[in-house]
């Protein structure tokens, strides 16, 4: 939205539309200890991501991000953090019935 690919319109219902998603807090044991490891191993400045990264580690699960450089960083030793353009290229290639 503030980058105005979104109208106020669009945002609103898009908002609207994550509010009705039920969501579960979650701590894992080892988390903010396994965030840092990850921070540290690929230089990263916050650990926001790496924490996400960390909760799928240990959940074993996949981490979708938008953050391309982070997901650059750290793809070829952390699999399971997956782009979000792959996940749209997926659908885009499912649509057209292949």
């Known amino acids: 939205?503030?980058?105005?690919?979104?109208?106020?319109e669009?945002?609103?219902r898009a908002f609207a539309h994550l509010d009705m998603i039920p969501v579960r807090i979650v701590s894992?044991?080892?988390?903010?200890n396994r965030s840092r490891e990850?921070?540290?191993?690929?230089?990263?400045?916050l650990v926001y991501?790496?924490?996400y990264a960390?909760?799928?580690?240990i959940r074993q699960c996949e981490f979708w991000t938008a953050d391309t450089r982070f997901h650059r960083v750290v793809?070829?030793?952390l699999?399971?953090?997956?782009?979000?353009?792959?996940?749209?290229?997926?659908?885009n290639y499912e649509r057209l019935g292949s």
């Open 1 to 8: 939205m503030h980058n105005g690919s979104f109208t106020a």
């Open 10 to 12: 669009d945002g609103a």
């Open 28 to 32: 894992a044991p080892g988390l903010r």
């Open 38 to 45: 990850i921070a540290e191993q690929f230089n990263q400045r």
């Open 49 to 51: 991501d790496s924490l």
């Open 54 to 57: 960390a909760l799928a580690d």
């Open 75 to 77: 793809k070829e030793d």
């Open 79 to 91: 699999p399971y953090v997956k782009h979000i353009s792959e996940y749209l290229a997926s659908k």
